[in-house]
């Protein structure tokens, strides 16, 4: 069965840092990898979309790559900003019983301190 | 502009009212799609479907219902509401279903509370 974990859940650092987030999966057959933002009481926004042939996607301060070998993304985000505060999202699309179906994390909350 | 509505944004109910939560999206999208979100629990999929009259469940589908008679709508219903499902609710839609390149586009949300 189709596990998504994000670790850390939740996380602080001061303006300007670099960071990480994590996600990780558990079958490796997947159709992509989306990263989503959410802020506090409002939809999501996708950030970056991941295929499962591509390695990586850039889009600005923000990086994911994609090890569908070992079940595992990360979102790097460079030289935060207080704006970055919000929950991250990572979600996986795979086949299950002929079908397409997506499953997400928990999140991780991001808050960067000015 | 492209989107994905839903109504009403906030809703309280009591117990075993039944009550709709419609969703459009104007892309011409075939796969929409239900969830939930819960603190600590994430987003989970309740419903979705993959084009007109093909619906199928998701990982939480029980005391919800869904139909798909036209592309562009897909209300979720909830024939007799408990508390438990009190939630926030989110619509979503993509293009087709199994295309690794199609992004999901999700609704505002629609944050109900069952009494």
């Known amino acids: 069965k189709q596990e998504v974990t994000q670790i850390p859940a939740a996380l602080s650092v001061p303006e300007g840092e670099n960071l990480v987030l994590n996600c990780s999966f558990t079958?490796?057959?997947?159709?992509?990898l989306q990263w989503f933002r959410q802020d506090p009481g409002k939809g999501l926004t996708s950030l970056l979309l991941?295929?499962?042939?591509?390695r990586e996607q850039t889009s600005g301060r923000l990086n994911a790559s994609l090890d569908k070998s070992s079940g595992r993304s990360t979102l790097y985000i460079a030289a935060s900003q207080p704006g970055d505060s919000a929950t991250y999202l990572c979600a996986v699309q795979f086949k299950a019983s002929g079908t397409y179906k997506y499953i997400f994390g928990t999140g991780t909350r991001l808050k960067v301190l000015a | 502009e492209a989107q994905v509505t839903q109504n009403p944004r906030y809703l309280i109910t009591v117990t075993g009212k039944k009550l709709t939560v419609t969703c459009s999206q104007n892309m011409n999208h075939e796969y929409m799609s239900w969830y939930r979100q819960d603190p600590g629990l994430g987003l989970r999929q309740i419903y979705y479907?993959?084009?007109?009259?093909?619906?199928d469940k998701g990982d939480v589908p029980e005391g919800y219902k869904v139909s798909r008679k036209e592309k562009r709508n897909f209300p979720l219903i909830l024939e007799s509401p408990s508390p438990n499902q009190t939630s926030l609710y989110f619509c979503?839609?993509?293009?087709?279903?199994?295309?690794?390149?199609?992004?999901?586009?999700f609704g505002p949300g629609t944050r109900l509370l069952v009494l």
């Open positions: 079958d490796s057959a997947i159709y992509n």
């Open positions: 479907s993959m084009n007109v009259e093909v619906t």
């Open positions: 979503a839609s993509s293009l087709a279903g199994g295309r690794p390149q199609e992004t999901q586009y």
């Open positions: 991941i295929q499962s042939s591509q």
